[in-house]
């Protein structure tokens, strides 16, 4: 099974608060989990990445949890800001043949954070 | 990492025409790759793009449909041909060095078709 499903869609937050969001895979040949930042009008950058020996891993205000057996990892997103408000995709990849790291996408799930 | 440059950035086009977007990158990359992005969805692949090698398509994608350039280790081009209103998307190009594990995205081409 290829699918990464992530939810919520869409989530509104309070400036300050937390953002949690959650993703779930079923293929245990992942081997790396990133998550992926976009703004209106630009491509997806990459965020943060854990790969699966480790439970978590922290970067700023940004943290993903990672859960091996249940298989599912989160992001949180700690102090919220109004330039926080983007749209974010979990993801997990494998190495495909030629030697690259094949990725597939969650469904994406759009951040508000008002002030 | 790479900085991809990505152009047109939009464009409006009429139907049964054809658009080639063109994909810069500041370094040489071995892999380069062509998404479709529809509005407020996820990205799809359409197809993987080897210098000096035909591209490979995802399933629901064709040459026919889609010809993919790739003339050096910098540069590739896509074309949408004999456009429709369907083909009305966010089409993004994307790079991964060897041995590396995240995806760099150029800023993408927003395309509608009228």
């Known amino acids: 099974q290829q699918q990464v499903k992530q939810s919520p869609q869409s989530l509104i937050v309070q400036k300050g608060g937390i953002s949690i969001i959650n993703c779930a895979y079923e293929n245990t040949a992942f081997d790396y989990f990133p998550w992926y930042q976009q703004f209106p009008g630009k491509g997806p950058a990459l965020l943060i990445a854990i790969r699966p020996d480790v439970s978590e891993k922290k970067e700023g205000r940004f943290t993903i949890s990672f859960n091996k057996s249940a298989k599912q990892f989160s992001l949180h997103i700690m102090d919220s800001q109004p330039g926080d408000s983007a749209t974010y995709f979990c993801?997990?990849?494998?190495?495909?043949?030629?030697?690259?790291?094949?990725?597939?996408f969650g469904t994406g799930t759009k951040l508000q954070v008002i002030p | 990492s790479a900085v991809i440059s990505q152009k047109p950035s939009r464009d409006i086009c009429q139907r049964g025409t054809s658009l080639t977007i063109q994909c810069q990158v500041d370094s040489q990359v071995t892999m380069m790759f062509w998404y479709r992005q529809q509005p407020g969805q996820s990205l799809t692949l359409i197809a993987t793009a080897n210098q000096g090698s035909e591209a490979t398509y995802e399933s629901g994608f064709v040459i026919d449909k889609f010809p993919i350039s790739r003339p050096n280790l910098t540069f590739s081009t896509l074309t949408v041909s004999n456009m429709s209103p369907e083909d009305s998307s966010i089409y993004l190009c994307?790079?991964?060095?060897?041995?590396?594990?995240?995806?760099?995205f150029g800023s993408g081409t927003r395309l509608t078709v009228v």
């Open positions: 993801a997990a990849s494998m190495r495909g043949s030629g030697g690259y790291q094949k990725v597939t």
């Open positions: 994307s790079v991964i060095h060897r041995g590396n594990y995240g995806y760099t």
